[in-house]
């Protein structure tokens, strides 16, 4: 008898599915302006009128959460895509050509890997300056030599195969056979890998959003979020709490996809 979904996976996908509906149609879940705020009715706690309380200038809490998905889940996905293509790029070119080729991607893999990513993330937006699509930029720099390294381990797996090499024995050309055969099946741990660097990558922009780095004010980014909360953690805590707990949901939703896709790709 066939098993059902994990509860843990369900909740996972649900929690995904959730804070994409909330980017793409925040006004179903919320009617108020995530900009302008009530001055009266600032750093009121959690209630049926304010789920998440509002903050220092009476703006509803809950509904720059909601808004501010679309920065987030959209600097992760830039991220993401980043590393994913140009670490694929790279692992493949290594793993297929071998030799030369192979040892110097690597090398350069090792040097990226060595850097703390946080510290890579900020010298590249020292190059190219702060900014939502910067610093999602700069998070997918620091991506491209796990992808790199995975899809390298993967193509040299699937290149010794017997089908590979009966495809270049009865004539295949290199790049019709990397195509047709290689790429296509090592892209399952790669997949594995996009998944959990869409969670690590939301956390690496709302920590770099949290420094300043990030959307200017009043932009409701999460990370920005949780920055303008701080001075008030003493009196207010649901400013940084609770969006605090929807990127750790959300971070811990992407891992937890990972973790079934790598499964069944394995």
Known sequence: MKRGLPVSLVLAWAVIAVVVLWAAAPGLFTGYDPIAGVPAEKLQGP??????????????LFARVVHGAVHSLSGAFVAVAVGL????L????????????????????????????????????????????NVAIAVGVGSVAAFARVSRSEVVRVRRTDYVEAAFGSGGR?????????LPNSL??????????????????????????????PTPEWGLLISEGRNYLAT????????????????LAAGRISRSIGRERS
């Open 47 to 60: 209630s049926s009128y304010h789920l998440f309380g509002t903050d220092a200038v009476g703006r509803d």
């Open 85 to 88: 293509l140009l670490g694929t």
């Open 90 to 133: 790279l692992g493949l070119l290594a793993g297929s050509a071998g030799g030369v080729a192979d040892a110097v991607v690597m090398r350069i893999a090792d040097v990226l890997l060595s850097v703390p990513g946080l510290l890579l993330a900020l010298t590249v937006i020292i190059l190219l300056g702060p900014g939502t699509v």
């Open 174 to 182: 290199f790049l019709t056979v990397l195509r047709r055969h290689v």
């Open 188 to 217: 399952g741990p790669v997949i594995a890998l996009a998944a959990l660097q869409f969670g690590v990558a939301i956390l690496a922009i709302s920590t770099l959003g949290f420094l300043g780095y990030g959307a200017e004010p």
């Open 236 to 251: 207010s805590w649901w400013l940084t709490t609770l969006p605090g707990a929807v990127v750790v949901a959300v971070v």
